[in-house]
């Protein structure tokens, strides 16, 4: 009746504890002192006891624990400044949230207290004065201080504005909805990011997740790895539905962590968007071309299942299982054309160069004679690997940078170099050398960056063999045999088709054998009808639609077709299917440099399927990522 809360399943003691604690008796008990101490009182006995009017209607009089002997304040002629409402009241509290007011009517002084929320823990001064006349104390919401109505009289309250947290600030909940929720935000950072499940269990991290939300518990690293694990993998990467046609970018990759071999698979659409599908464990088995063949049946089988798309071409790279399994299996098979033009940079680079180079770098490589090249305005060294692409035009580039600063460290330091450092540096015939194998790989660089490009097809890949022998110094003809075979290995049916079908290219650089080996391609293997093959003579003769789709020199490959989509159905769609492959196995690099990553020497006990897990998710978190911003990495 004095605070209108409702209790249940009360007690006497709870009672008297929720008097003893309750804002409405304690801001009562307080008034009621200050008044006493603050004024000759003399007990009135014949007075009606108060009666507190809480929301606007009246209860019944106050009971004996928070009212006071009744007393009448005498008019001293004088203020005084005393203390009140220490209390611990809660602004935040229903009760005093609401528009009402507590006053006390019926009191021997014949005073009527109407009182509004104080904040917490405040340093409030009041001053009181009395008169003779009726005394109003009043404590407004909006300038946080007491104000009487009477001209004579007034109080006024100071506030510091120090308030204290409430209990429910400190009282949080969560439900389990809300924690799996936050469990999976929490694994798609885990495992987006690559952090070790360790981290999970970390004190530092558990106390940064108390001050977040106090409520919550973050799992163990056992839950993260297995159920969360796998409600991201399945939210990503399964029973996902991806586009009706793609290509299966196949490679195999030896996981030095883990000690196993594993062959990853990965989709490739139409469009050039591209996801992980699989990867096989063939630790103890051969990598031979029937294995392999049978891998990529069962990826035709998975991906039909599980992303309803139909895989109508493989991509690999040029080792001799990957050419036999091509051999045998009925779909399109592509090679890798970075893979290629590596190879026709290791069949140009001159072997003693190269040995000359391995010698200089190796001098400079070691790290007090890479510390003062650096100091001399040098670069880092960068030493050739086979397995790197670009690798010999880039160590010969850093040969070349960094030889006046290699012949400062030899005449200001006190290392000692062989004498055949000493040789190199200052021998011109091999500087130019350098210079002239820079010259000749740049070209053949920029083939291999152009093919492995994610937005690259492979019609860009055959206009750049196309262009090669143009693009070599004269001075290096005698390597044109060798640069003919490495051409005539990459541009097979499916590059000069595509070439040929793409509007910018139109196949204007084909010679006439190329030609042949496109009609021969349209007759047998593109599996066309009549209705196509009449479509692929407009298209050459450049007739009917065709003629005036070439006239839009603007419009790109995709809106090209799109507009000979209804006359010509099956010439668009294999036009559509050859222009969309991928002019290198790149991207499925790239998951194998993810995959190390994940899988490291510190990760060693990684199970087999969970390493997969991991790294489809990762992949597949990495893609999303790439789609909300402008990266092309992956």
Not at 44 to 66: F, K, Q, T
């Amino acid at each position: 009746m004095l605070c209108s809360k409702i209790l249940s399943n009360t007690s006497k003691s709870r009672l008297l504890m929720h008097r003893n604690t309750c804002n409405t008796s304690k801001l009562y008990k307080t008034v009621t002192t200050v008044i006493n101490k603050s004024t000759p009182t003399q007990n009135n006995h014949n007075a009606e006891p108060p009666v507190l009017e809480v929301m606007g209607r009246a209860s019944s009089p106050i009971s004996p624990i928070a009212s006071s002997s009744t007393s009448e304040t005498q008019n001293q002629g004088k203020r005084k400044h005393v203390n009140i409402f220490e209390s611990d009241s809660d602004p935040d509290d229903p009760f005093y949230k609401s528009n009402s007011s507590i006053t006390m009517p019926n009191l021997s002084l014949k005073t009527s207290i109407v009182c509004s929320p104080l904040p917490l823990e405040t340093d409030n001064s009041i001053l009181l004065a009395s008169s003779s006349s009726e005394k109003q104390l009043q404590m407004s919401d909006y300038n946080d201080s007491f104000t009487s109505t009477n001209s004579d009289s007034f109080v006024t309250v100071k506030n510091k504005n120090k308030q204290q947290g409430t209990i429910q600030r400190y009282h949080d909940k969560i439900t389990n909805a809300e924690i799996d929720l936050v469990n999976f935000k929490l694994g798609k950072m885990f495992f987006g990011c690559n952090i070790p499940f360790s981290v999970v269990e970390s004190v530092h991290f558990k106390e940064f997740c108390q001050s977040l939300r106090p409520a919550y518990k973050p799992p163990s690293r056992t839950t993260l790895s297995t159920s969360v694990l796998n409600k991201v993998h399945d939210s990503f990467c399964a029973a996902i539905k991806f586009h009706s046609n793609s290509a299966l970018l196949i490679d195999g990759w030896k996981n030095e962590a883990a000690n196993t071999k594993n062959v990853a698979c990965l989709l490739h659409s139409s469009n050039g968007e591209a996801l992980f599908l699989e990867s096989f464990d063939l630790t103890g088995t051969k990598e031979t071309a029937l294995e392999l063949c049978n891998i990529v049946d069962r990826c035709i089988s998975l991906a039909l299942e599980k992303h309803n798309t139909n895989i109508y071409a493989v991509i690999s790279d040029n080792a001799v299982n990957m050419i036999k399994m091509g051999k045998l299996t009925t779909l399109w098979h592509l090679t890798c054309n970075s893979h290629t033009v590596n190879l026709l940079a290791k069949d140009l680079v001159s072997k003693p160069l190269i040995d000359k180079a391995k010698v200089l770098l190796k001098a400079f490589h070691g790290p007090d004679a890479e510390k003062e090249l650096l100091n001399q305005g040098g670069r880092r060294i960068q030493m050739p690997c086979d397995t790197r692409w670009c690798t010999y035009r880039d160590s010969f580039k850093n040969v070349l940078n960094n030889v006046t600063p290699m012949k400062k460290v030899l005449a200001t330091s006190t290392i000692i170099f062989n004498e055949i450092v000493h040789k190199y540096l200052f021998d011109t015939i091999f500087l130019k050398q350098i210079s002239d194998s820079i010259e000749l790989f740049n070209p053949i660089c920029e083939l291999i960056n152009v093919s492995q490009k994610s937005t690259s097809s492979i019609a860009d890949a055959a206009e750049a063999w196309l262009d090669l022998p143009n693009k070599i110094p004269r001075d290096n003809e005698g390597f044109e045999s060798k640069i003919k075979k490495r051409q005539n290995y990459a541009l097979n049916k499916y590059l000069l088709t595509a070439n040929f079908l793409h509007p910018k290219y139109q196949g204007k650089k084909l010679t006439p054998e190329h030609k042949d080996i496109i009609e021969d391609f349209i007759l047998n293997f593109a599996e066309i009808g009549p209705e196509g093959l009449n479509s692929f003579i407009e298209y050459k003769e450049k007739t009917g639609l065709f003629k005036i789709l070439f006239e839009k020199q603007t419009l790109s490959t995709t809106a090209f077709w799109s507009f000979a989509k209804n006359k010509h159905p099956e010439l668009q769609g294999l036009a559509y299917k050859l222009l969309n492959l991928p002019a290198s196995t790149a991207q499925l690099e790239r998951v194998f440099s993810n995959w190390s990553y994940i899988h490291n020497s510190l990760r060693n006990r990684l199970n087999p399927e969970r390493s997969r897990k991991l790294l489809s998710s990762y992949y597949s978190l990495k893609l999303n990522e790439k789609n909300r911003s402008s990266s092309n990495e992956y």
